[in-house]
């Protein structure tokens, strides 16, 4: 049970903390101190059903079709493993976030733009549906959904802290090399969860 809610809240974490438009336009509201809170609740709730979602959706694939869950498994080691090796190419040189604001948008415009940056981006089905989905079904019947409320705390803690420390954290993002720094851990991540799904 905790193995398994750590395990979410540890691959949901590596997963949403990078560099993206999403956590850009975040962190640029945090700098701004506007419309925050539905901002955060936007992105936090849309990972909340994506993810119950794709744990919902892989075990219905598995119950019907046991094979779906090996074929499923590979695509993930494959994914993970260029998530990885895209992070560690990344790091190679510094590239630093971009929060600069221009125009000011009203809240709608805001929580307009948090969904299309979420549900419009399509890694967000490849990362949050299908690979959380497949990793949580090892944990088995019970732990899967253990699994799933780790990432979806994960995914709170992580926007909460984004946009709320955005202040408070801006010299320190604003230097490409923290960038760096996080890009690599990021890549290291994604490469040993990797191998441990490679290996059942």
């Not at 744990?55 to 779906?68: K, M, S, W, Y």
């Amino acid at each position: 049970m905790l193995a398994a809610l750590v395990a979410g809240l540890l691959t949901g974490l590596s997963l949403i903390v990078a560099i993206g438009a999403q956590n850009a336009f975040v962190l640029r509201q945090g700098l701004l101190r506007q419309y925050v809170g539905p901002v955060v609740a936007v992105c936090a709730a849309s990972d909340l059903v994506l993810i119950t979602g794709g744990v919902a959706g892989i075990g219905a694939i598995v119950q019907h079709a046991p094979t779906a869950l090996t074929v499923v498994r590979w695509l993930g080691v494959a994914f993970l493993a260029a998530y990885g090796v895209r992070s560690l190419w990344r790091a190679r040189r510094a590239e630093a976030l971009s929060a600069s604001s221009q125009t000011e948008p009203r809240l709608r415009g805001a929580l307009g733009q948090a969904v299309a940056l979420t549900w419009l981006n399509p890694h967000v089905y490849l990362d949050t549906v299908l690979l959380l989905g497949s990793i949580a079904a090892h944990h088995g019947p019970t732990g899967k959904w253990w699994f799933a409320a780790g990432a979806a705390a994960g995914s709170i803690v992580w926007f909460t802290g984004l946009g709320y420390g955005a202040r408070l954290a801006a010299p320190l993002l604003a230097r490409p090399r923290a960038w760096q720094v996080l890009d690599v851990l990021i890549g290291l991540t994604m490469l040993t969860i990797a191998s441990q799904l490679a290996r059942g």
